[in-house]
């Protein structure tokens, strides 16, 4: 059973980066698609970008050019650099596995175990 622990939210002000992590236990996450999802108050929850694999990644539209994820396979953990961070990133993050090896058009019923999420707030 995979357990995520997500770290390294807070609050920014707007054009300010942040680190999130997602350690993963019980399974090694290396083989499996991995994706950062954010939700803000009263809106869907919002798969932001995934890697497979292969290290191939997919980006929603809003966060390409400032966002990147990445693995360490090592250690087990997944990554999250938000640069250039606006108001509108202002969410919970959750970092999510799926049992598959590519990530492309899953759904977020495909993602299950999620971690518990960390809160990232941007200031204007």
């Known amino acids: 059973q995979i357990q995520l622990a997500e770290s390294g939210g807070g609050s920014v002000q707007a054009g300010g980066s942040l680190r999130l992590s997602c350690a993963a236990s019980?399974?090694?996450?290396?083989?499996?698609?991995m994706a950062w999802f954010r939700q803000a108050p009263g809106k869907e929850r919002e798969r932001v970008a995934s890697?497979?694999?292969?290290?191939?990644?997919i980006y929603v539209d809003s966060v390409k050019g400032r966002f990147t994820i990445s693995r360490d396979n090592a250690k087990n953990t997944l990554y999250l650099q938000m640069n250039s961070l606006k108001p509108e990133d202002t969410a919970m993050y959750y970092c999510a596995a799926a049992p598959v090896g590519y990530c492309y058009n899953l759904q977020v019923s495909a993602f299950a175990p999620w971690g518990q999420g960390t809160q990232v707030t941007v200031s204007s």
């Open positions: 019980g399974y090694s996450t290396s083989r499996i698609c």
């Open positions: 890697i497979d694999r292969d290290a191939g990644t």
